[in-house]
């Protein structure tokens, strides 16, 4: 669970989570492979957003959007969750097995930087692709949310940094085995139903 000390008045920022039929839902699966899901940032402001020059690499402290899942959220298996494309950079914490170490209250982040200055207009959105997530299985189907860090932003004509937070509901799925199986259905004898 998160505790939350302070409450923002507004939000120039608004953000989204979607599968590839545009459903906030993250699967349980065997496949290694695991799910992509698109996270969607807008500008909800009646201004131009700027995301500011990072220098050096993405981290806990050099990033623009931080992803933060509750606890026992995401499988936390050695395999790699990615960003796809080139503008962007994702960094995950991670152990020497491979693991994704996760915060102290044991919620997981995704620190995500842009590699380049960016102006967002007002209304636009930015269309962030992660692969290879799978949910944890333990607990069955259940929902959750995940929470969106923001900060490194800019207003036009303003010099104050935007920082803030969003959270969202996210169904979490079991599609554990073969999404197509080797079986055929067919009526036996006439395919007539009598209403007597």
Known sequence: NYIIMNTPTSFPIGFDLYDEEEEQILF????????????????TSDQPITLQNLTGAASKTNH????????GTLY?????????????????????????????????SLYIKSKNVFTLPEGNKLAIK???????PTGGSRG???????QNLQSAGNQQ???????????????????????EVAIVGSNTVMNE
């Open 28 to 43: 349980i699966t065997d496949d290694v492979v695991g799910q992509e899901l698109t996270l969607d940032i807008t500008n």
């Open 64 to 71: 623009h959007f931080e992803l933060v899942f509750r606890p």
């Open 76 to 108: 936390n298996n050695p395999s790699e969750v990615k960003i796809e494309g080139s503008n962007y950079e994702l960094f995950v914490d991670k152990g020497s097995d491979g693991k994704i170490v996760p915060n102290q209250d044991g919620t997981i």
């Open 130 to 136: 992660l692969s290879q997530l799978r949910g944890e």
């Open 144 to 150: 959750t949310r995940v929470l969106l860090n923001y």
């Open 161 to 183: 940094e935007i920082t803030g937070f969003r959270d969202i509901h996210l169904y979490i799925i079991n599609r554990r085995g073969k999404r197509n199986i080797p079986l």
